[in-house]
């Protein structure tokens, strides 16, 4: 609920200070919701779609302060999800154990090479909470990894200029790998 007070708070101050901005707004709540805890919306095809409509170094820096944003969220709901004895029972396993020694030899670099690449980035947000990695450290390394790829993204928008139909053609493909993906994670299970 507080999350969705301080989005309406940013729209509000951009429509009325910044009003050929308020597009940016909208991109800024997405780019957010679309990086909650485990990632369920796909934000290449609006990082892309943006790219064409703004600078791109303005598309990047508003997608890493909202990745940001909703990191401090996710950093500290996980912290209390990981409070759930099924959890703390997958913490104690020897495999996630070395995983996270893994994690520990370099956390930093971790988490801005994984959220830079395609590379998964939901592991190592986990990671880093159960490895009590500094909340700070973990939000610059945020923005460190995510804002270039968003720079990236962006100015391949902005050098394709795709028409803006295609953008949600390009959603929907990414939607439904999506979906593929976790029907065909359910049907493996059984």
């Known amino acids: 609920m507080i999350l969705i007070a301080i989005f309406a708070i940013i729209e509000l101050v951009v429509v009325l200070l910044l009003p050929t901005y308020h597009r940016l707004a909208w991109f800024f709540f997405y780019t957010a919701i679309s990086n909650f ?29 909202a990745t940001c944003l909703i990191e401090l969220f996710n950093y500290q709901l996980l912290q209390e999800i990981m409070k759930l004895k099924p959890l703390k029972v997958l913490k104690e ?6 995983l996270e020694s893994y994690f520990k030899k370099a956390p930093f670099f971790s988490l801005v090479f994984t959220g830079f690449t395609p590379v998964p980035f939901a592991p190592f947000r986990v990671f880093a909470v159960t490895s009590d990695y500094s909340l700070p450290l973990y939000i610059l390394a945020v923005f460190v990894g995510r804002t270039p790829r968003y720079y990236i993204l962006a100015l391949t928008g902005k050098m394709i200029n795709l028409p803006f139909w295609s953008y949600g053609i390009i959603l929907a493909i990414f939607i439904g790998i999506i979906l593929l993906a976790h029907k065909q994670k359910r049907i493996d299970r059984c």
Do not use: D, M, N
């Not at 796909?42 to 892309?48: F, G, I, K, N, R």
């Not at 396993?93 to 070395?98: D, F, S």
């Open 37 to 65: 805890c485990i990632p369920w919306l796909p934000h290449e095809p609006a990082v892309l779609l943006y790219g064409t409509l703004f600078s791109p170094w303005l598309v990047a820096l508003t997608g890493g302060i």
């Open 93 to 98: 396993k020897a495999t996630y154990q070395r």
